[in-house]
Nanobody, 132 residues
C-alpha cells in the first residue's frame, strides 16, 4: 500500500531554515512518486489545514501560498524519489505540523492549491516549531 513519510521537522529560531523531505514507501512496480504531482500542507495550532506549495510531476511547475512565497521552495529529486520543502526566513507563525501529499492524476499545481480532493495519498506529518 502506498505511503508517504515526512522528515526534517524540528525546532528552529525565527529567521532560521529547515528542509523537509517526503519519500514514498510501498509503491508498486511502475508507480513512483516521480510520476505524481506532490504538495505540502500545514496545520497550525488551533487552525485548519492549509495549502503551502505544490509541484508538478516533472518539477517544471510549482505554486505557493502567498504566506510562504519567496521564503519556501518546493523541489523534487526523481532519482532519490523524494520531494523537498526548503523553508527559509522562518517565522513563529510557520509553526505547524507539515504534511506531504501525492496527486496521482497529475493536475497542475495551480489547481491543486484549491482542489485538494486530487491528493489521494497523505503522510502523517512532521512538526516544525519556530521560536521567537
Amino acid at each position: 500500500q502506498v505511503q508517504l513519510v515526512e522528515s526534517g521537522g524540528g525546532l528552529v529560531q525565527a529567521g532560521g531554515s529547515l528542509r523537509l523531505s517526503c519519500a514514498p514507501s510501498g509503491y508498486t512496480s511502475g508507480h513512483t512518486s516521480s510520476s505524481y504531482a506532490m504538495g505540502w500542507f500545514r496545520q497550525c495550532p488551533g487552525k485548519e489545514r492549509e495549502f503551502v506549495a505544490a509541484v508538478s510531476w516533472s518539477g517544471d511547475s510549482a505554486y505557493y501560498a502567498d504566506s510562504v512565497k519567496g521564503r519556501f521552495t518546493i523541489s523534487r529529486d526523481s532519482g532519490a524519489n523524494t520531494v523537498y520543502l526548503q523553508m527559509d526566513s522562518l517565522e513563529p507563525t510557520d509553526t505547524a505540523v507539515y504534511y506531504c501529499a501525492a496527486d496521482t492524476s497529475n493536475v497542475h499545481p495551480t489547481t491543486l492549491a484549491t482542489e485538494w480532493g486530487y491528493f489521494e495519498v497523505w503522510g502523517q506529518g512532521t512538526l516544525v516549531t519556530v521560536s521567537s
